[in-house]
């Protein structure tokens, strides 16, 4: 029951959402340390990255946090979430954090799951490119991306 798929999800959401883990155990009326393994299991099952290591490798991650998430739209993970700062002209969010410009996207993407591998770009799965929900956003070569936005299908929505 407690480590329920359903517990798992609503875990990553809120993560997802900043919520820190004891609000997290508050929220779901668990105890501490179950709180810390479903963390750990939504994190390594919703996109497999040690959400703790890059914590801490990101001094700056609290901050980031601090100015990104009132920018942020949230939604249910299906939902695309809105930008609602700065757009620049071809719709994709943009953001200045200590005086460098970043996209969007790619900022709520490293502050969420992690660091974008090098010479990799941010695909939007659901063609949306003001949105900066994790679950739509896709590492990718540039080329699958630009075969994807030229393909005519349908998006998935949701996880990758
Ligand atoms: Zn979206």
Redesign the pocket.
């Known amino acids: 029951m407690l480590h329920s798929e359903e517990n798992v999800e609503k875990c990553w959401d809120l993560i997802c959402a900043g919520v820190k883990q004891h609000e997290i155990a508050k929220t779901l009326r668990l105890s501490r340390s179950t709180t810390s393994r479903l963390c750990r299991a939504a994190a390594k099952k919703n996109g497999n990255v040690d959400h703790r290591r890059f914590l801490r490798e990101h001094g700056a991650y609290e901050n980031l946090m601090q100015f990104l998430f009132p920018r942020i739209e949230f939604g249910t993970k299906d ?3 809105g930008w609602k700062s700065g757009k620049k002209p071809n719709g994709y969010g943009s953001v200045n954090f200590n005086g460098t410009g970043y996209q969007a996207h790619r900022a709520v993407y490293e502050c969420l799951v992690g660091p974008i591998p090098d010479g990799l770009v941010i695909d ?5 490119p003001g ?3 994790p ?3 896709k590492p990718s070569l540039q080329a699958e991306n630009l075969l994807r936005r030229a393909s005519k299908m349908d998006y998935p ?1 949701g996880a990758p």
């Open positions: 939902d695309c979430w939007h799965l659901c063609g949306n949105c900066v929900n679950y739509h956003l929505h």
